[in-house]
């Protein structure tokens, strides 16, 4: 009969497995997870109160890394470890689509749960931030698993099915052409691209928007002064001595930078105190405001690393607040706290002895501006000496005197040293490291740093040769690191500079190499040159 082909091939289809080709399976579950993502970002770019799902699972993995894996986050991505953070989220999260678009060929109400478990984990790690409202997240959730459910769903009617020799299966109604399917899929996955980018990049604005808005500050009591020009070498390469805020270093746990709105601002000193303190910024800029150059560091810095900078601070000083409060003795830890909840925390004899006062400040201005949003606006604490994660609390919202015993700050039971004064270090700037320069004079300069014990000396070795007393610049004062150079006879040959500074009470830099983790990396810096 001539009907017998037609006839047994729906035989052959319903004893086969029909199955839809995994690629395009895998397809259909990517834009589901990319969609139920930027609804994600979309939400929370319009409603404040529901957080980015994406930097909310980015925050939880930093939270719950192991200690070290800060060094390793910033050593592989320098200080873009952020976005690419992000972007690893991303990457994860949309496998895991993949994964679910395979698993919905044979059992679709396990994939269907599955980005609904997906969806979950973005829910939780939501919830953990301050600034989430149960009710927002919890909308923004459903939201994001019903548009990654319905797409997956649209994608997958609209597959063609494929019978086990790989032949498009006919007669098998709903299923769809493979063109077909593309057209939809390229769309859906087009649409949550646009969708995701639009939302993370009002997320991002927002921050910045905010902070440069309303802020009046009064001049200060005492003006620091210009730097002289005898502080500073005019050689290309050096790094300025006060870096500018577009290229100052940054770092902190916050995937996405507070956006703080000055006029609800407030800074409350409570604890160990005779009477809690709450100031708003209006009336903490009404104190005293003094300004001074100061230097401050990362612990991760590698030797020869880039996150240290020196920039001019203008701000109220700590202990003005502190007295304002009136501590009560027996408080011998301060904890300045952010916004976003994070913590320092350092000996309170470290700003209060009055043998060694370090004039601590409540910075709002960085380099004559209010502080840029990734530089803790509307405050700051920048404390002469002491490296950042112990210090230097970026949106801040509250100072608690307490105990060195009561309480640890963020970093130190994830592994860092509970007390950290920044080491004396020293870094070459020019030459470039394996650079290739000419016979001859050849400019070495470079920056030292021992805040706040201040730089007495600063020598280079060529090989293995004696040291050699570089010149230094005349220091703004010893809580900044300074400028140093030597002009070198270089031979011709492959060449090795190293760079020693002794601080200001007459210590030399260790040579003893240690890692950055726990209190800081010690050794020389050291770089390979050839001479032509
Ligand atoms: N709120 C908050 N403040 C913070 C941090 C942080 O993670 N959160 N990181 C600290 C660390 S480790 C350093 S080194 C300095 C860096 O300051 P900067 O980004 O302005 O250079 O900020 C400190 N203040
Ligand atoms: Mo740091």
């Given at each position: 009969?001539?009907?017998?082909t037609?006839?047994s ?6 004893t086969?497995?029909r ?9 259909a579950g990517?834009?589901?997870a990319?969609s139920?993502?930027a609804v994600?970002?979309?939400f929370?770019a ?8 994406v930097?909310?699972m ?5 939270d719950?890394?192991?200690?070290g894996?800060?060094d390793i986050?910033?050593?592989l ?9 992000l ?7 949309l496998?895991?689509?993949a ?6 060929r044979t059992?679709p ?7 609904v478990?997906l969806v979950?984990v973005g829910?939780l790690?939501s919830?953990?931030?301050?600034e989430?409202?149960l009710?927002l ?7 994001q ?6 797409v ?6 609209a597959?063609?099915a ?7 299966a006919?007669g098998?109604?709903a299923?769809?052409?493979r063109?077909g399917?593309?057209l939809r899929?390229g ?6 691209v646009?969708?995701g ?5 009002m997320v ?6 905010v ?8 001049q200060?009591v005492?003006?620091a002064?210009t730097p002289?020009p005898?502080?500073s070498?005019?050689?290309a390469?050096?790094?300025?001595l006060v870096?500018?805020?577009?290229s ?5 746990t916050?995937?996405v ?11 409350r000193?409570?604890g160990m105190?005779?009477n809690?303190?709450t100031?708003t ?9 003094h300004?001074?150059y ?5 612990v ?7 996150l ?9 000083r700590?202990t ?7 501590v009560?003795?027996?408080a011998?830890?301060?904890v300045?706290r952010?916004?976003?909840d994070?913590?320092?925390g350092?000996?309170t ?6 043998e060694?006062?370090?004039?601590a ?6 380099n004559?501006?209010p502080?840029?949003?990734?530089h803790?606006?509307p405050?700051?604490?920048i404390v002469p ?13 509250e100072?608690e005197l307490t105990t ?7 970093w130190v039971p ?9 080491l ?11 650079a290739?320069?000419a016979?001859g004079?050849?400019?070495v300069a470079?920056?030292?740093?021992a ?16 040291w050699?007393?570089?010149?230094v ?5 010893p809580q900044t690191w ?11 040959g492959?060449h090795r500079?190293s760079?020693?500074a002794t601080?200001g009470?007459?210590e ?5 190499v240690?890692?950055p983790d726990p209190?800081?990396?010690?050794g020389?810096?050291q ?6």
């Amino acid at each position: 009969m001539s009907t017998s082909t037609a006839a047994s091939t729906p035989v052959a289809a319903a004893t086969a497995p029909r199955r839809i080709p995994s690629s395009l399976a895998a397809v259909a579950g990517i834009v589901a997870a990319a969609s139920a993502l930027a609804v994600g970002e979309l939400f929370a770019a319009f409603v404040t109160g529901a957080p980015s799902p994406v930097a909310a699972m980015g925050a939880a993995l930093i939270d719950f890394a192991p200690p070290g894996s800060k060094d390793i986050i910033v050593g592989l991505f320098g200080t873009n470890d952020k976005p690419a953070l992000l972007v690893l989220v991303a990457v994860v999260v949309l496998a895991v689509g993949a994964a679910l678009g395979l698993v919905a060929r044979t059992r679709p109400a396990v994939a269907m749960a599955g980005i609904v478990v997906l969806v979950g984990v973005g829910f939780l790690a939501s919830l953990r931030l301050a600034e989430a409202q149960l009710a927002l997240v919890l909308l923004s959730a459903a939201l994001q698993a019903i548009v990654g459910i319905q797409v997956l769903s649209v994608l997958l009617a609209a597959a063609p099915a494929v019978d086990a020799a790989g032949g498009v299966a006919p007669g098998t109604g709903a299923a769809g052409t493979r063109r077909g399917f593309l057209l939809r899929a390229g769309g859906l996955g087009a649409l949550a691209v646009m969708g995701g980018a639009l939302g993370r990049s009002m997320v991002e604005g927002r921050a910045t928007q905010v902070a440069t808005a309303g802020a009046e500050i009064p001049q200060p009591v005492d003006a620091a002064p210009t730097p002289a020009p005898d502080s500073s070498f005019d050689i290309a390469g050096l790094t300025p001595l006060v870096v500018p805020n577009s290229s100052f270093y940054r770092i902190d746990t916050a995937l996405v930078t507070p956006s703080v709105d000055v006029n609800g601002w407030t800074l409350r000193v409570h604890g160990m105190v005779r009477n809690e303190v709450t100031l708003t910024f209006a009336q903490l800029v009404e104190l005293p405001l003094h300004e001074q150059y100061v230097t401050i560091a990362c612990v991760s810095n590698e030797v020869g690393g880039q996150l240290v900078g020196n920039a001019k601070w203008t701000g109220v000083r700590l202990t003005d607040v502190l007295d304002m409060a009136g501590v009560l003795p027996g408080a011998t830890q301060i904890v300045p706290r952010s916004i976003d909840d994070w913590a320092a925390g350092f000996p309170t004899e470290w700003v209060t002895a009055p043998e060694r006062p370090r004039d601590a400040l409540i910075a709002v201005k960085m380099n004559d501006e209010p502080l840029p949003a990734a530089h803790g606006f509307p405050a700051r604490l920048i404390v002469p000496g002491l490296y950042g994660y112990v210090s230097a609390t970026k949106w801040l919202s509250e100072i608690e005197l307490t105990t060195l015993e009561a309480f640890d700050a963020y970093w130190v039971p994830r592994g860092w040293a509970k007390e950290a004064p920044i080491l004396t270090q020293s870094r070459i700037d020019v030459p470039a490291r394996n650079a290739r320069v000419a016979a001859g004079p050849v400019a070495v300069a470079g920056v030292a740093w021992a805040p706040d014990r201040g730089i007495s000396r600063v020598e280079v070795q060529v090989d293995d040769g004696e040291w050699q007393p570089a010149t230094v610049a005349t220091p703004i004062g010893p809580q900044t690191w300074v400028q140093w150079k030597l002009a070198w006879q270089a031979t011709a040959g492959d060449h090795r500079l190293s760079v020693r500074a002794t601080d200001g009470l007459g210590e030399v830099q260790t040579d003893m190499v240690t890692r950055p983790d726990p209190d800081g990396a010690r050794g020389y810096h050291q770089i390979a040159v050839s001479v032509a």
